[in-house]
């Protein structure tokens, strides 16, 4: 691993439940980047919570200290590959999770993870913690 990483929704839940585990591998990390289908699943989360504003102001504290990696033409190109792929293959994901891979592809970031469907993607890698 270069030092660089991309993390998935529940990587960042986990680390805002003080998961000891991801809170160790984050810290010895030089970049964090996030995909923006991420930080919509981030925003949501905080705003259905029991206390939004408290959790907007955490979690957008957390997305300004990443990297955000945006959609662009070519990540629909990977997407649309990628949806094509896992239709043969009879394994779909969720629409989120394709853009999440499709924007670690394009950027050749490993996307860590707790979910196993990214594994079904060629090209991605993944690592799970």
Do not use: Q
């Not at 680390?15 to 996030?34: A, E, Q």
């Not at 239709?87 to 394009?106: F, M, T, V, Y």
Request: net charge neutral.
């Amino acid at each position: 691993m270069n030092g660089k990483i991309s993390l998935d929704t529940n990587i960042v839940i986990r680390l805002f439940k003080n998961d000891p585990l991801v809170t160790k591998r984050l810290t010895t990390l030089s970049t964090i980047y996030l995909p923006t289908p991420v930080i919509a699943e981030l925003l949501f989360t905080a705003r259905n919570s029991s206390r939004p504003k408290e959790n907007l102001k955490i979690y957008n504290e957390f997305i300004d200290d990443c990297n955000v990696l945006n959609i662009t033409r070519e990540t629909a190109s990977h997407y649309s590959a990628i949806r094509l792929e896992l239709k043969k293959k009879g394994r779909p994901i969720p629409e989120n999770d394709l853009w999440i891979a499709s924007i670690c592809i394009e950027h050749n970031l490993p996307l860590v993870t707790g979910d196993a469907h990214f594994d079904n993607i060629n090209g991605l890698e993944v690592i799970r913690w």
